[in-house]
């Protein structure tokens, strides 16, 4: 089964200051069609996952763009560019290129 | 727009059965695969199974093949989940999640349920 590693799991921020997250495949994550199905999750306190980036970089609707994805490969990133109060919580990267579907154990991102 | 409601969790005691609900609204449900996936405090976020849009396609994880089955209704805009079996390590917040494709060859979930609290203890 494929791993995704990510790092940090706890990520401290100031206010105002860039975050990045990595997450690391043990395969390349290509699939035949040539796209790559990287997805990146945010876990808010108390809610469920919701979808932020999907296929390594395109942004959901009303996701604000100081969140970015970037990567190809087994090497992914998720930035935010300036950290604001309501992006603490749970990022999770996952995968579905391949099958089982596997996440990344999550980064906990707080603020300092 | 798309809501998708879980319910049926609760404490159940170990070998017990239990089987979860998700009622989907705001969107075509039968134009959808769908999956449930756990949260769980040991291993994180759990990928459990898939269902194409008209049923007839399922896989399972490892970890609960033989034990869990997924099914739909698409009368009535429900997915299922009946677990049997159950181990204390099930224990777990339950998730039901929405595909962007009717037929899955790669997984993409956008949207997920708010999820049900599922306790196997004695």
């Known amino acids: 089964d494929v791993v995704l590693t990510q790092s940090p799991l706890s990520l401290p921020v100031t206010l105002g200051q860039p975050a990045s997250i990595s997450c690391r495949s043990s395969?390349?994550?290509?699939?035949?069609?040539?796209?790559?199905?990287l997805n990146w999750f945010q876990q808010r306190p108390g809610q469920s996952p919701r979808r932020l980036i999907y296929e390594v970089s395109n942004r959901d609707s009303g996701v604000p763009d100081r969140f970015s994805g970037s990567g190809s490969g087994t090497d992914f990133t998720l930035k935010i560019s300036r950290v604001e109060a309501e992006d603490v919580g749970l990022y999770y990267c996952?995968?579905?290129?391949?099958?089982?579907?596997?996440f990344g154990q999550g980064t906990k991102v707080e603020i300092k | 727009q798309v809501h998708l409601v879980e319910s049926g969790g609760g404490v159940v005691q170990p070998g017990r059965s239990l089987r979860l609900s998700c009622a989907a609204s705001?969107?075509?449900?039968?134009?959808?695969?769908m999956h449930w996936v756990r949260q769980t405090p040991g291993k994180g976020l759990e990928w459990l199974a898939v269902i194409w849009d008209d049923g007839s396609n399922r896989q399972y994880g490892d970890s609960v093949k033989d034990r869990f089955t997924i099914s739909r209704d698409n009368s009535k805009e429900t997915l299922y989940l009946e677990m049997i079996s159950l181990r204390p390590e099930d224990t777990g917040v339950y998730y039901c999640?929405?595909?962007?494709?009717?037929?899955?060859?790669?997984?993409?979930?956008?949207?997920w349920g708010q999820g049900t609290l599922v306790t196997v203890s004695s």
């Open positions: 999640a929405r595909d962007v494709q009717p037929k899955i060859l790669v997984a993409n979930f956008d949207y």
């Open positions: 996952m995968q579905g290129t391949y099958w089982p579907p596997a």
């Open positions: 705001g969107f075509r449900f039968s134009s959808h695969g």
């Open positions: 395969q390349s994550l290509v699939y035949s069609d040539g796209n790559t199905y």
